[in-house]
């Protein structure tokens, strides 16, 4: 294994480890817009993680399946603010 690859592979592992406190934060926010916040963080570290895989294994088709993920991504969070927005009035 490459420097190259020791880092991604290291990028990787610190990202996933920051995606599960995200993912913790997103269970147990205590308010909705805590909630949407985390959500939208998951959303980019998933976006991040398979950035990194597509660098790691070289594969440049992956890149439509992250295109698809961060267009998943905003649009959840763009239904979550509507629905916090509508909450409030």
């Known amino acids: ?22 993912t913790i934060r997103l269970l147990l926010g ?8 985390s959500f939208d963080l998951v959303m980019s570290h998933v976006a991040a ?5 597509v660098i790691f294994v070289r594969q440049e088709i992956l890149i439509d399946a992250l295109i698809v993920i961060a267009i998943l ?6 239904a979550v603010a509507r ?3 509508e909450g409030r009035s």
């Open 73 to 78: 991504g905003f649009l959840g969070t763009v």
């Open 1 to 22: 294994m490459s420097l190259f690859e020791t880092i991604i592979a290291v990028l990787m592992a610190i990202t996933s480890i920051s995606l599960v406190m995200t």
């Open 83 to 85: 629905y916090i927005e």
């Open 30 to 37: 205590p308010t909705i817009p805590d909630r949407a916040a």
């Open 49 to 53: 993680l398979v950035a990194l895989y």
